[in-house]
């Protein structure tokens, strides 16, 4: 089994992507002793107006693998992103690698798939991915070993990936001017996050996170490093010591200003499908659904 990364101190080669239609860095993480890499939160481009799909930012990221000769083994979703749709399916085609996720994923797929009234023909079992880790999984890239933490609260199926001194959180911290991660998805929960968030916290200062989204508070140049000392003493909404009385009251209010992200309804239908889009029609077509009820969870199929 492969030791602990932070005892380790191997400083992984990390390169961000920064998708600006959805704000959302994706990630080549590459073993500093061999060419193998893992790429984190993959992202497929949507015009959703016009019902169409493109490779720009998928092909962006392959483009910088072929360049620097790395053979993909490894393509990472932190959580079911609600903002933007996985390439994972298609830089797999391209380049191969396990698709892994948090074994939770089953409990999104329960959801959703009553949501959008997926039918029996949809699994709800995780089988769409290689891979499903469980709190404290860990994995190799290349010889680098890598661990996972569960951090549930923003999403049931949440991880943290903890790669050499390399903290790759998803949405579940911001910048430190962001931030932390809304609570109020369907199984979301606000002092779940805070728990979630207290282990992060709690590794080595000097490790680096690498955060999923990033907005430019205030105009500043979009940012996505930061550190594990830098996060617990400025972070605007869970530094300093915030108490989990205060953090979820605060979460609770702000939450309830949020609107909903755009690309949502057709986001989780493809990512609670490990990014593959639902099976075509009878007619040939591909077809998402957006159920005028909302967000709201049925008792049923």
């Known amino acids: 089994m492969p030791s602990d990364p932070q005892s380790d101190q191997i400083i992984p080669h990390v390169e961000g992507f920064f998708h600006a239609a959805s704000n959302t860095i994706s990630y080549v993480v590459k073993d500093p002793q061999s060419n193998a890499c893992a790429i984190i939160d993959s992202v497929l481009d949507l015009d959703y107006a016009a019902g169409k799909i493109a490779y720009t930012h998928a092909d962006m990221i392959i483009d910088y693998v072929e360049k620097h000769q790395l053979s993909v083994e490894w393509l990472i979703e932190t959580h079911v992103h609600a903002d933007h749709l996985s390439a994972a399916p298609y830089i797999q085609q391209e380049r191969g690698g396990k698709i892994g996720i948090a074994k939770q994923i089953v409990e999104v ?50 991880m943290t990936h903890v790669i050499g001194d390399a903290v790759f959180v998803g949405d579940t911290l911001f910048m430190p001017d962001g931030g932390t991660a809304r609570a109020d998805f369907p199984g979301g929960d606000a002092a779940q996050l805070y728990q979630s968030i207290q282990k992060i916290l709690a590794l080595d200062d000097a490790m680096r996170i690498f955060v999923c989204h990033d907005y430019g508070p205030d105009g500043r140049s979009i940012a996505w490093q930061t550190t594990v000392a830098e996060e617990r003493a400025k972070n605007i909404h869970i530094g300093k010591g915030a108490s989990e009385a205060d953090f979820v009251a605060m979460r609770l209010k702000r939450d309830a200003t949020l609107a909903m992200p755009a690309l949502i309804m057709p986001s989780i239908q493809v990512n609670m499908r490990a990014g593959h889009m639902p099976a075509a029609e009878p007619d040939g077509d591909v077809y998402l659904k957006v159920p005028i009820s909302g967000l709201k969870s049925k008792k049923s199929s």
């Open 109 to 158: 797929q329960e959801v959703f798939g009553k949501m959008f009234n997926a039918g029996t023909e949809f699994q709800r079992d995780g089988s769409q991915f290689d891979v499903l880790f469980q709190d404290g999984s860990r994995y190799l890239i290349g010889e680098m070993p890598a661990y996972v933490m569960h951090t549930p609260g923003h999403t049931p199926a949440c």
